[in-house]
């Protein structure tokens, strides 16, 4: 090919003439970076490459991550994984090399995307999500993603759902906005974890988790400053009680001290509230994760005290009573898992007694079966929304589209074993769910998350909305 015939096949003199004359026309002080960035633009929008890799969650086990590279450059995800995994969820893909990490080791996961869905994802556009998450879902096949992993497929979404937002140039929450047909960004309460129990934390605790709400914050800032500083102050008064060691936490994060009722870590942090002078401005939630101390049809609160496991089982009517009681004497306005995943019967009885938020984590598993029938019988009021229990970017934003239309809460939530990606930040936001759990404000993982809605809410200014007292339907 001569140069002229080269020149000629890629319309090169009028490409750069267009660039040239913009420039111009823009009077811009520096014009070879104005003629770059316009050349850029006309380049298509593609996906050239993807890289998985394994690396390590936040509790040292391994994780997939995936390099989704475009014509502008390079946009990287990582996926979470949680410590209750459940039949009805999209199938983690694990080795099973005991020699390995345990046979947790993701390698099998990570072929997958470099070979399978890196060839079939090449050349197309990262705007269109649903095709490329179809696409993923065309090479599986099978319902719960056992073929190709949620893990594998996750990963690859998120990331492309990023080189999406990079190519429209607008922030992340706005293209997960413009995905489900919503407009209006908006930020979330953060459910933020002060107290960690249950299978997360090593203490005799059996619940697993207690939360802070700071919905009387005027906006994100503040409610972070008011969850920071109950944070520390808790912290000061674990210590006074229980010492040092009363200061260890648990996987998200929360203070494990060694005490073995709710009641008892509830007063902590009611003192906690206190000594910040939150007072009213700041509710508290419950996530009870029933499942993993339910045994048969009774429940063991003493499941991890040794001498007392098994010797004081509570029946469903029993907890129950207890969670009256509690909402009572606490300002509790959620409560997360009260009953095991499938005690349909017993959490529809406290649903429909209307007294705070139920959420379900194990009950639905973020499967769309399963939030339909719990609606269909009215069984819970809010859906925890778990992304790599569902495994693409648009099956999330359906579910949550699901679960608002049926005016229920939804709650974008982190996973005990957690990565620096900050993706369900966006999600949040993007969504406009009003809730968020993300952890305790402590350990990078957690923050990266709140960090990024710090940073969303500065570069909205003016428009930043901060659902607060609406958190239930912003
Ligand atoms: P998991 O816990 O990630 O360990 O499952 C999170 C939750 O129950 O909310
Ligand atoms: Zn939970």
């Known amino acids: 090919m001569s140069v002229q015939e080269y020149l000629d096949k890629h319309l090169l ?30 380049v298509p929008s593609a996906i ?22 475009t014509n502008k450059g390079m946009y990287r995800a990582s996926v979470p994984s949680g410590a209750s995994t459940g039949m009805y969820e999209a199938v983690e893909m694990r080795d ?8 947790k080791g993701v390698s099998k996961a990570v072929k997958i995307i470099n070979e399978k869905i890196s060839e079939a994802l090449i050349g197309m556009d990262p705007v269109l999500q649903s095709q490329i998450d179809q696409a993923m879902m065309g090479l599986d096949k099978t319902e719960n993603k056992a073929e190709l992993g949620a893990n594998a497929m996750l990963a690859v979404s998120i990331a492309a759902c990023k080189a999406g937002a990079a190519e429209k140039e607008v922030p992340l929450y706005k293209h997960i906005a413009d995905l489900s047909g919503k407009s209006n960004p908006i930020l979330p309460v953060p459910a933020i974890t002060v107290i960690s129990g249950g299978k997360h934390a090593g203490n005799n605790l059996a619940v697993q988790e207690i939360m802070i709400l700071p919905v009387g914050a005027s906006n994100f800032e503040e409610a972070m400053q008011m969850g920071c500083e109950t944070y520390q102050h808790l912290k000061a008064i674990i210590l006074e009680r229980n010492g040092s060691n009363g200061c260890n936490v648990g996987n998200d994060v929360g203070f494990a001290p060694n005490i073995s009722s709710i009641a008892e870590g509830l007063d902590l942090v009611k003192e906690a509230i206190d000594r910040a002078g939150y007072n009213g401005r700041i509710k508290l939630a419950i996530d009870v994760a029933a499942t993993d101390f339910c045994m048969g049809k009774k429940y063991d609160l003493d499941f991890k005290t040794p001498n007392k496991s098994g010797q004081n089982f509570k029946t469903g009517e029993d907890m129950l009573e207890m969670y009256t009681q509690l909402c009572k004497e606490y300002p509790i306005v959620s409560i997360e898992q009260p009953f095991d995943k499938d005690d349909w019967e017993h959490t529809k009885l406290f649903t ?20 339909e029938r719990a609606m269909h019988e009215s069984t819970c009021n809010a859906l925890l ?22 005016d229920w809460g939804v709650i974008i939530s982190h996973r005990s074993g957690e990565t620096e990606d900050s993706f369900i930040a966006d999600l949040a936001v993007g969504l406009a769910t009003g809730q968020i759990k993300a952890g305790a404000p ?14 969303i809410e500065e570069e909205l200014g003016a428009e930043a909305t901060y659902s607060g007292e609406n958190w239930r339907q912003p």
Do not use: W
């Open 48 to 69: 050239t490459k993807i890289k998985a890799r394994q690396i390590l969650d936040s509790r040292g086990i391994p994780t997939v991550e995936v390099d989704l590279y």
């Open 352 to 371: 429909n007694l209307g007294i705070c938020q139920v959420v379900g984590d194990d009950l639905l598993m973020s499967n769309p079966k399963r939030i």
């Open 385 to 406: 929304l778990k992304v790599n229990q569902v495994g693409t970017v648009t099956e999330a934003i359906e579910v949550v589209k699901q679960a608002k239309n049926a």
């Open 96 to 103: 099973g090399e005991k020699g390995k990490y345990l046979g």
């Open 13 to 42: 003199s009028r490409k750069i003439e267009d660039a040239v004359n913009a420039a111009v026309r823009a009077k811009t002080p520096d014009p070879v970076l104005f003629i770059s960035n316009h050349m850029k633009k006309a």
């Open 442 to 455: 402590c350990h990078g993982e957690r923050l990266a998350k709140y960090n990024q809605l710090l940073r």
